[in-house]
């Protein structure tokens, strides 16, 4: 199926089966013939590729079958919900009263249970000339209250700027806080040599289970992106600290961050406070171990655990209201 807009293609095609159910894949193109893949599995993110000189590059980490996107632990390019991170003891609560889910993090719950929207297939249907909607509604699975509506939008535009927009809509007090796992790797260099800068001035103490503590500390040495600066450098930071990743959320605002190589560059926008970053290799399990990472997770959220820290914005989406985020990705082509 294909829809034409004036510039844009939309091209629809099967990616696999769950059972009996077809796992769709919609491919986005623009007049630049950058294009964003984009599954009904998940609403996964599952490519955004630019051509430079008659040549593709591939901008995320990503997969050619539908088997890898439901093994992975990594959550490559999914969308993560109805809460990304991690909740504190698997329990928060709403107007007084208290909700207990079950743990799959140790004592915590992490991205909303097994049964969140990263392993969900949507219904899909092409929305516009350049954008291709997501819809499913979750039901209290992992304890979670109330009946989630949820849309996610995704669209490219003629700037080469990909725009992923949730709406969500709940007819009992629960929380709403999705992301997109979308991990990124812009250039054939290797991810250290890639420049990161981050617009924040304040980052996330976690303790050792990475549970928010409810301290904002100062982006300073391994943390500080506020200038651009290799990934590798900052990874090197760590080791005094005894760390060997990256898995930290930082305080944004609008602009958050720009990734660049010497060739490109991948400004994220967003209309909540945080970006959570994630060193890590999805591809290869023995350079996994050895912190040989291939890629760096991006996600655009609310800080984690912000239900227990007022502080940290607001993820409670009440009885009968309905809300909706925003993150943008922008590629930039440099020389």
Same mark, same amino acid.
């Given at each position: ?57 591939? =901008? ?25 991170? &991690? ?18 993090? %140790? ?8 049964? %969140? ?18 819809? +499913? ?31 969500? @809509?709940?007819?009992?007090? #629960? ?5 997109? +796992?979308?991990?990124? /790797? ?5 991810? &250290? ?21 409810? @301290? ?17 450098? %900052? ?7 005894? @760390? ?14 720009? =990734? ?6 991948? /400004? ?5 406070? %945080? ?11 023995? @350079? ?19 239900? +227990? ?5 607001? #993820?409670? =989406? ?18």
């Amino acid at each position: 199926m294909h829809r034409m807009g004036r510039n844009m293609t939309v091209k629809k095609t099967i990616f696999g089966e769950i059972g009996t159910d077809p796992v769709y894949s919609y491919k986005i193109t623009n007049k630049n013939e950058t294009s964003i893949d984009v599954l009904t599995y998940a609403a996964t993110w599952q490519n955004f590729e630019v051509v430079e000189d008659g040549v593709k590059h591939s =901008l995320i980490e990503h997969f050619d079958n539908l088997d890898d996107y439901i093994k992975t632990p990594y959550m490559v390019g999914k969308t993560i919900g109805r809460v990304a991170g &991690r909740i504190k003891d698997a329990k928060f609560s709403i107007n007084g009263v208290d909700y207990q889910m079950t743990p799959n993090n %140790g004592k915590n719950v992490m991205h909303s249970g097994d049964h %969140g929207l990263q392993s969900q297939n949507f219904d899909s249907t092409i929305d516009s000339d350049n954008s291709v909607l997501f819809t +499913h509604t979750v039901k209290g699975e992992d304890e979670f209250p109330g009946t989630l509506t949820v849309e996610v939008r995704y669209s490219l535009n003629d700037d080469d700027e990909v725009q992923i927009t949730y709406n969500a @809509k709940t007819d009992h007090d #629960t929380l709403f806080n999705p992301t997109c +796992h979308v991990y990124f /790797d812009i250039d054939d260099e290797n991810i &250290r040599q890639q420049q990161l800068k981050i617009n924040s001035k304040r980052f996330v103490d976690v303790d050792a289970k990475k549970i928010p503590t409810g @301290k904002l500390l100062a982006t300073t040495n391994a943390y500080d992106f506020k200038n651009f600066k290799k990934i590798g450098q %900052g990874l090197k930071q760590l080791k005094p600290l005894d @760390k060997v990743e990256f898995d930290d959320a930082f305080v944004v605002n609008k602009k958050a961050a720009t =990734l660049k190589s010497e060739h490109r560059a991948i /400004d994220l926008y967003t209309d909540r406070d %945080g970006l959570v970053i994630f060193t890590a290799n999805p591809v290869d399990a023995l @350079k996994a171990q050895n912190h040989e990472f291939s890629s760096i997770a991006m996600e655009l959220q609310t800080l984690p655990d912000a239900i +227990h820290h007022p502080d940290f914005g607001n #993820t409670i =989406l009440l009885a009968n209201q309905e809300v909706s985020y925003t993150n943008k990705y922008k590629y930039r082509k440099l020389n």
